[in-house]
């Protein structure tokens, strides 16, 4: 998340990628950095011992959430 | 009797997020990888579809050196030419 | 002297100390366990004590810039338990953990489960009565715990580590409630720790690493110097290859009967570490026994891991009760990630 506020501070508009097991961690880490309510995609929780069509399905979510984060 | 707040009490400087985007095609796109095992087969399926369905002008794949810290000042660099980045995985 | 109109802190009123338990739980600012009412007036006899003014900087954590100001260590201290005399060295070791090179923010916010291990040496141990003999890292004596204790809470009030919510960590450990110890230097030929690390001999100084919990070996039936640490390099490799293969800063507890054993046959702390870093090693291959075949691939297999990076990277602690041949291994949290730092408890060694 902290990569993610310096990425968007830079300029860009970034998409952080989180699991659910992390998303209040996340949404805590993004107000003490200073963007509170800053939106990210979530995907199912764990990615380290997932399948691979579970992770071409957790890619499928990250874009589609994307999409809505990164238009005006 | 009183007693003294433990906690920080500092608010965080506030930051602007960057501007979004009016089209998300032909782009050029950063993934910035925390370094855990399991991003780079995700991140090889985001790309995949970056590319046919988003129509990435370039995709640029960054990993950074310590998934425990921030992101090396030139890495943020690097991505900073992007139009738009994602990072991951906060697991 | 400063004065109570310089504490910036807000301020609440309440009835007394039993109606401070309340308040410090229900607003999430304590471990559980009963506190200390942090007024101004015990607040300042901290910082007299330090020498500090309030808004002193004692070290800000890197990730997100975030001070750790004289005043706020001092309300966490006085809310764990500290009394002044305690408080220098509460400060000496909240800047030695904002250092970039301890990973503060990283270490404590991990699934890992670190806590921060503290070991004193110098005088400061004596003049604070700890006691680095029995139950050294159990519940040895008043200033490890509270010293302990307000490094928690710091973290918790100051840097927002509270579980669940920046600190993910699955499991944690005991240590999180305190794991401060002092080396028995009195009872010990060994060179101090901090000393090996730099430190000016004769001077009070602190190390810090983050760290897991300990596991105790016993190894009574030899005097052979190199049986001895073959049980505590077992212990390590076990480490490496039951929780993480990474190598960092491992700490070895010694205590008395063992040390003798080592110290009879004229080994040094140097001897041991050089021995360890020897000896505490795995082959990835390992994993495969110990049900990670997963990992293990056709190229992988024969790849040697050390514990150590380098027989320096050993924190080798002269402490612990004088009888039965027990030691103790204290695992990094993750690798070389957190590095051990080493600081002056008042003083500063690289000024």
């Known amino acids: 998340m902290h990569d993610a506020v310096s990425l968007e501070k830079a300029g860009v508009p970034t998409v952080a990628v989180m699991t659910s097991a992390f998303e209040d961690a996340a949404a805590l880490m993004a107000r003490v950095c200073g963007l509170p309510g800053y939106g990210f995609a979530i995907v199912g929780h764990p990615i380290s011992s997932a399948k691979d069509e579970e992770l071409a399905d957790k890619a499928r979510q990250a874009l589609v959430q994307a999409e809505r984060l990164l238009l005006g | 009797m009183y007693v003294l707040d433990p906690t920080a009490e500092t608010n965080p400087e506030p930051v602007s997020r960057a501007p979004r985007l009016d089209s998300l095609h032909h782009r050029r796109i950063g993934l910035l990888s925390n370094g ?56 | 002297m400063v004065s109570s109109t310089t504490l910036l802190s807000t301020r609440y009123e309440i009835e007394d100390e039993r109606a401070a338990q309340d308040f410090f739980h229900e607003k999430g600012w304590t471990d559980g366990l009963p506190v200390i009412a942090p007024t101004p007036e015990r607040v300042l006899s901290c910082l007299d004590e330090a020498g500090l003014a309030p808004d002193q900087v004692i070290g800000i954590e890197p990730v997100r810039a975030r001070p750790i100001t004289a005043e706020k260590a ?91 919510e920046l600190d993910r960590s699955a499991l944690g450990h005991p240590g999180k409630f305190g794991y401060c110890m002092a080396e028995d230097e009195e ?13 000016p001999a004769g001077v009070s100084a602190v190390t810090v690493l983050a760290a897991g919990s300990p596991r105790q070996i016993m190894n009574e039936w030899t005097r052979v110097p190199e049986e001895i640490l073959d049980t505590f390099a077992a212990e390590m490799r076990a480490n490496m290859l039951h929780y993480s293969i990474w190598g960092g800063n491992y700490a070895i507890v010694v205590p008395k009967q063992l040390r003798d054993r080592l110290q009879d046959a004229g080994w040094t702390k140097q001897h041991v570490q050089q021995f360890l870093f020897e000896r505490a090693r795995v082959k990835k291959s390992d994993w495969a026994r110990v049900g990670k075949r997963a990992l293990v691939t056709v190229t992988n297999g024969d790849e040697e891991h050390a514990a150590l990076p380098s027989p320096a990277d ?24 957190s590095r051990a730092v080493t600081t002056g408890v008042g003083v500063c060694f690289a000024c």
């Open chain 3, 74 to 164: 001092a309300v966490n201290a006085v809310l764990a338990g500290c009394q002044p005399s305690h408080f220098p060295v509460v400060a000496a070791i909240l800047e030695a953990m904002c250092r970039p090179e301890f990973l503060l923010h990283g270490a404590t916010a991990s699934t890992g489960g670190c806590a921060v291990f503290v070991v004193v040496n110098g005088p400061v141990r004596l003049t604070l009565g700890m006691e680095p003999t029995f139950n050294v890292l159990g519940n040895s004596d008043r200033a490890s715990a509270v010293i302990g204790r307000a490094v928690r809470l710091a973290l918790r009030n100051v840097l927002d580590l509270r579980p669940g």
């Open chain 3, 187 to 199: 009872g010990s030929d060994w060179t101090p720790l901090a000393q090996l690390r730099g430190a």
């Open chain 3, 314 to 337: 050993l924190l080798v602690i002269a402490a612990g009760g004088p009888a039965g041949g027990f030691g103790a291994i204290i695992p990094p949290w993750f690798g070389h990630k």
């Open chain 2, 36 to 91: 855990k095992a399991s991003v780079a087969p995700l991140f090889d399926h985001l790309e995949s579809l970056l590319r046919q369905e988003w129509k990435a002008r370039e995709v640029l794949r960054v990993t950074k050196g310590n998934y425990s810290a921030p992101a090396e000042p030139d890495l943020i660099r690097a991505l900073a030419r992007c139009h738009l980045i994602f990072t991951g995985v906060g697991d």
